[in-house]
């Protein structure tokens, strides 16, 4: 599994809003930009997916115009001045640092392929991060400046796990946890979330019964959200999920669990539930892009020098036959099953063969140059820039806008705003 709390070693690819790319290890943002300062930035989280297809890889970007639907809406919510790429170059310049990379041809970490088993075969994944932040050398407190896109991507593994068939256990985040925008993935929210894991590892250090994931509750006492995930109770054939209003992340992941269970027959709703309340649950998971669907075995609450108060187990946790049709039925769809509709935009319907190669020979033969003669290169001549410049093409198929559509009148932010 690819740890992602340790710093990247390897020198991928990343774009500094849609035409320069050049390696993680050279970009610098501005030492005193307010998204250094005062965490005044919004972001995303994707995945692509990297199906099998005999020695070679397909490679997909999961459900992209649903991430960036929610980000043009937080964009807008907290009254940033940006004018955005459309997602038509967001996704080719995606696919571009794939390809300079090298990630069409293999994934490898340090000599191994970054494997994820499912239940319905085996796939890779490589996770993305646009970010939108600040480009401004101004260390007041003032509207979002010179705000630009940033995109890095990274390969990984799975990102909660357990040996438990039964699930996680989830440390209970002793105070409450009230943001000023839960409704936003902006960085600030993430400060509660970091403390939490250093509360987990602190936690795990002098106990013997280990958790895996922290999670939060609201001053009401209702249960929130993970440190980075959505949460899920199944109650009398019933998916409960805690809503916005609550302090919840309109997520993504969970929209998908509930359009599986709906057509399962099953009902879903928003509804609020306690740390009291598990116990008569049947099943309690964890949703989100980088985590999947992640079931609960038991919730431990904690004291403030973490000691062990109580904890509480659903009934049947990951063993919940609901949960676990849930869960494999949307393995299916990260395979690239199509019953539900395609979620999938794939590289090779956006840059053909002769393209591949020649972003393939170009990131090459950058890093060489970068690296081993310590030069600067623009893609073509010797230069004194240290990044590369690559105008998008954006040409894609009827197909690519049909599927935009449906998805987003499928499962657009608008009916999880409650």
């Given amino acids: 599994m690819y740890d992602l709390t340790r710093p990247l070693q390897d020198n991928f690819?990343?774009?500094?809003?849609?035409?320069?790319?050049?390696?993680?290890?050279?970009?610098?943002?501005?030492?005193?930009?307010?998204?250094?300062?005062?965490?005044?930035?919004?972001?995303?989280?994707?995945?692509?997916?990297?199906?099998?297809?005999?020695?070679?890889?397909k490679l997909g970007l999961f459900h992209p115009n649903l991430n960036f639907e929610r980000m043009r809406h937080n964009l807008l919510a907290l009254g940033y001045n940006w004018e955005l790429y459309s997602d038509e170059q967001i996704i080719e310049s995606i696919f571009t640092i794939c390809a300079l990379n090298g990630w069409n041809n293999v994934i490898e970490l340090e000599g191994a392929n970054t494997v994820i088993q499912s239940d319905?075969?085996?796939?890779?994944?490589?996770?993305?991060?646009?970010?939108?932040?600040?480009?401004?050398?101004?260390?007041?407190?003032?509207?979002?400046?010179?705000?630009e896109l940033m995109l890095n991507l990274a390969p990984m593994g799975e990102y909660i796990s357990s040996s438990d068939p039964a699930g996680v256990t989830a440390?209970?985040?002793?105070?409450?946890?009230?943001?000023?925008?839960?409704?936003?993935?902006?960085?600030?929210n993430y400060q509660l979330s970091i403390h939490a894991k250093t509360m987990l590892a602190a936690y795990n250090g002098v106990n013997d019964l280990k958790c895996q994931e922290a999670m939060f509750q609201n001053s009401g006492g209702n249960l929130t959200e993970g440190t980075g995930e959505n949460m899920v109770m199944i109650k009398d054939n019933e998916l409960i999920a805690p809503p916005p209003s609550e302090g919840a992340l309109p997520g993504i992941t969970y929209r998908i669990a509930f359009m599986i269970a709906q057509e399962l027959g099953l009902k879903t709703r928003f509804g609020t539930f306690k740390y009291?309340?598990?116990?008569?649950?049947?099943?309690?998971?964890?949703?989100?892009?980088?985590?999947?669907?992640?079931p609960i075995k038991r919730v431990v609450r904690v004291d403030g020098k973490y000691s062990v108060i109580d904890y509480?187990?659903?009934?049947?946790?990951?063993?919940?036959?609901?949960?676990?049709?849930?869960?494999?039925?949307?393995?299916?769809?990260?395979?690239?099953?199509?019953?539900?509709?395609?979620?999938?935009?794939?590289?090779?319907?956006?840059?053909?063969?002769?393209?591949?190669?020649?972003?393939?020979?170009?990131?090459?033969?950058?890093?060489?140059?970068?690296?081993?003669?310590?030069?600067?290169?623009?893609?073509t001549n010797s230069t004194v820039l240290s990044f590369m410049e690559i105008t998008p093409a954006?040409?894609?198929?009827?197909?690519?806008?049909?599927?935009?559509?449906?998805?987003?009148?499928?499962?657009?932010?608008?009916?999880?705003?409650k």
Avoid: C
């Fill in 120 to 147: 319905n075969g085996e796939y890779q994944r490589i996770y993305v991060r646009p970010l939108i932040y600040s480009n401004y050398n101004g260390i007041g407190i003032t509207e979002p400046r010179d705000t």
């Fill in 276 to 294: 009291g309340d598990i116990e008569s649950a049947e099943s309690l998971f964890f949703t989100g892009n980088a985590a999947g669907i992640v």
């Fill in 13 to 57: 690819y990343m774009s500094e809003g849609i035409i320069r790319y050049s390696l993680i290890k050279s970009h610098a943002v501005p030492s005193i930009s307010p998204s250094v300062h005062y965490a005044s930035a919004i972001f995303e989280g994707l995945s692509i997916i990297a199906l099998r297809k005999g020695s070679k890889l």
């Fill in 171 to 188: 440390l209970l985040y002793p105070h409450p946890r009230n943001l000023a925008f839960p409704q936003i993935k902006v960085s600030s």
């Fill in 394 to 417: 954006v040409s894609v198929s009827r197909k690519y806008y049909d599927d935009k559509k449906w998805i987003l009148e499928k499962l657009g932010i608008k009916d999880y705003l």
């Fill in 312 to 379: 509480k187990d659903s009934k049947e946790g990951g063993r919940n036959s609901i949960m676990a049709r849930i869960k494999s039925e949307y393995n299916r769809i990260l395979t690239g099953d199509t019953a539900y509709g395609n979620f999938f935009t794939y590289m090779d319907d956006w840059i053909d063969d002769s393209k591949l190669t020649e972003l393939n020979n170009l990131g090459a033969d950058f890093k060489r140059l970068l690296t081993d003669e310590n030069r600067r290169y623009d893609g």
